[in-house]
């Protein structure tokens, strides 16, 4: 295992990867974007045994990424705006239903962009709090009004309990291992307008290919 792989969750490190994931074109790095992914994945293991399955699933949508940019097409996986054109110029996404080509990249960075949403609406959240707020309602409330729509009831209702063994607020700033408080919420401010800027530029890519409903 690589040693950053070891290292503890920072927030800072994770702003740093979605930050370098945007070209000045306002292309996507897929790489960079996969390493935020990757830096998130440590605060989920960090949280214990009942986030095992999301870390799990997130492992598994950036492996599949990774193999597609070091295989021989891995040049076309450069950019999401690339593998987008690459997928569909060759016909190797699922358009309809799942089928030839069950793990496009496509589709497994759709899963990942739903993702975004969530983390974009928990952390605005969890930025704007009160010291008493729950994060487990934050996390909650932000899970309804996104991903929850993408996933089975038995997996609503997993994530659901997941969420109440979160760590208090206090705790879970402490876990973003930026500094004070006041210093976390700084980093928040100026991470979540960085999600929300890649999201979107994602987001318009989708619609714009009819690719939002991937199976
Ligand atoms: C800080 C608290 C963390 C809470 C995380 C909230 C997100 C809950 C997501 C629950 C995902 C459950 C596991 C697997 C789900 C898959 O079925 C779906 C669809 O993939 P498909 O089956 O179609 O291949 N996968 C996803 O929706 C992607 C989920 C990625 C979750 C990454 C969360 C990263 C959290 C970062 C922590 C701050």
Redesign the pocket.
């Known amino acids: 295992m690589a040693d950053s792989e070891n290292q503890k969750f920072c927030l800072q490190e994770v702003l740093e990867s979605f930050k370098s994931c945007l070209s000045p074109e306002k292309e996507i790095y897929i790489e960079h974007y996969v390493s935020g ?1 990757k830096g ?2 440590k ?2 293991n960090s ?1 214990g045994s009942l ?1 095992g ?6 492992v ?2 950036t492996q599949i990424l990774m193999n597609f940019l070091k295989s021989e097409n891995g040049p076309h996986y450069a950019t999401v705006q690339s593998m987008v054109k690459f997928e569909l110029d060759n016909k190797l996404v699922d358009v309809d239903k799942k089928g030839i080509y ?2 496009s990249g496509c ?2 960075l759709l ?2 962009h ?2 975004l949403r ?2 974009q609406l ?2 605005e959240r969890l930025r704007t709090s009160k010291e008493d707020d729950k ?1 487990s309602v934050m ?1 909650r409330d ?2 309804n009004e996104s ?1 929850a729509q ?3 009831w038995l ?1 609503r209702k ?2 659901g309990m ?2 109440y063994s ?1 760590p208090v607020r206090p705790a ?1 700033f402490e876990v973003m291992n930026v500094g004070t408080p006041e210093q976390v919420v700084d980093v928040l401010g100026k991470a979540v307008p960085l999600l929300c800027e890649v999201y979107q530029i994602t987001e318009e890519l989708y619609q714009k290919h009819n690719l939002l409903d991937l ?1």
Do not use: G, N, Q
């Open positions: 992914w998130l994945v605060l989920l949280l986030f399955f999301i870390s799990k699933d997130a598994s949508k069950p793990e589709r497994t899963r990942l739903r993702a969530w983390l928990f952390l994060t996390c932000a899970y991903l993408h996933h089975t997996i997993s994530a997941a969420f979160l879970f199976p």
